[in-house]
């Protein structure tokens, strides 16, 4: 690569260089996992007839191959006994905020409470308001209980609704950083959701996931584009 003979020559030993890093950096990868031991989790398995079958059937739009394949694998992680971290990486508009929310909607079916985090106050808005159309679609009789939770809130009204996350009465929190507050006292904590998750520390997201009081931890979807 220093001393080529020709550009084909040196394109080659680069075109070498980056497969041996893209080997290596596997390699450390399926090292790692095999050698990981994991946390307790609690397992939350597809439930037939409760809220997620209930928003597939009332999306004004079908879900995609990729949305659908997504969510076999995220079934598959949320039923296991180890907390469970998973990046889900797509493209800019590809729709990862259906399995967010469709993930959300299985943890609630197991009876646990979910959390919803994006790095800003616009953002965590955006994700708020469509999840919320998403939500008004569904009958009455199977809405889950939403709320946002922003720096911006009035202190009365954050203490009205940090007294209802704690007695279990909120099924789902959607917020900025303020959610991952380690003050806050989750009633049955089991799933939680990073947008961009580039954006925040590893410490805020563990405090969130060390929450709970029994020793098992939720599992985690960081949500990330492509691009990034």
Known sequence: MHFPSSSESYIGAL???A????IYLQLLIIHRKINEVKDKGVPKPRVSGGYFDTMIEHLPWDLTPAQVDGL???????SSETSEQVLLSADVGAGKSVIAQ???MQSLDNGYQSVLAAPTEVLALQLFDTFTKTVNLMPDTMRPTLVF?????????????????KTGDIDIVVGTHSVLNASIEYRNLGMVVIDEQQKFGSKQRESLL????D???PDL????????
Do not use: F, H, N, W
């Open 15 to 17: 075109e070498a260089l």
């Open 19 to 22: 497969l041996y890093e893209l």
């Open 72 to 78: 076999e694998q995220m079934d598959k992680y949320m």
């Open 102 to 104: 469709l993930a959300c």
């Open 149 to 165: 939770l922003g720096g911006k809130m009035k202190a009365a009204e954050k203490r009205e609704v940090l007294k209802y996350i």
């Open 210 to 213: 060390d929450s709970r009081t």
């Open 215 to 217: 020793g098992r931890k």
């Open 221 to 228: 979807l960081a949500q990330t584009a492509t691009p990034i």
